[in-house]
């Protein structure tokens, strides 16, 4: 497949849960529009040698928490959405302080 994309990440291994392959990732509007080989695109990154992963996901993040002692954490929603794409995360899921003496309910509400 070809086609106007606008990155290619050419030569790495696709790795995935459940497959390895060899082959080019055509980016357009920064989604994945086709996987192949030889595809072309302005912008080229090599990623021969290399494994190509997808996007990790974050489990247990402090994201505009309260702490115990009353501190609240440093990042917002928009800081640590950066923050998780910068580092190779395509989401996270932030960890859900229960206080002593609350149910999932009124955890959920904070």
């Known amino acids: ?12 291994e ?5 497959t390895r392959t060899r082959a080019d990732i055509g980016i357009r509007d920064v989604k994945i529009a086709g996987l192949g080989h030889d595809l072309t695109a302005p ?9 190509v992963l997808p ?5 247990h993040c402090h994201i505009a928490q309260e702490s ?3 501190i609240m954490s440093a990042d917002d929603y928009e800081t640590g959405s950066i923050s998780a794409a910068f580092g190779g995360n395509s989401s996270f899921v932030p ?3 229960q206080r002593k003496g609350w149910g999932i309910l009124e955890t959920l509400d904070i």
């Open 1 to 12: 497949m070809s086609g106007p994309f606008d990155l290619v990440i050419r030569g790495g």
């Open 14 to 18: 696709i790795a995935t849960t459940t």
């Open 43 to 51: 912008d080229i990154i090599d990623a021969s040698g290399k494994l």
């Open 55 to 59: 996007g990790g996901i974050e489990a």
């Open 68 to 70: 115990g002692m009353g």
């Open 95 to 97: 960890f859900a302080a």
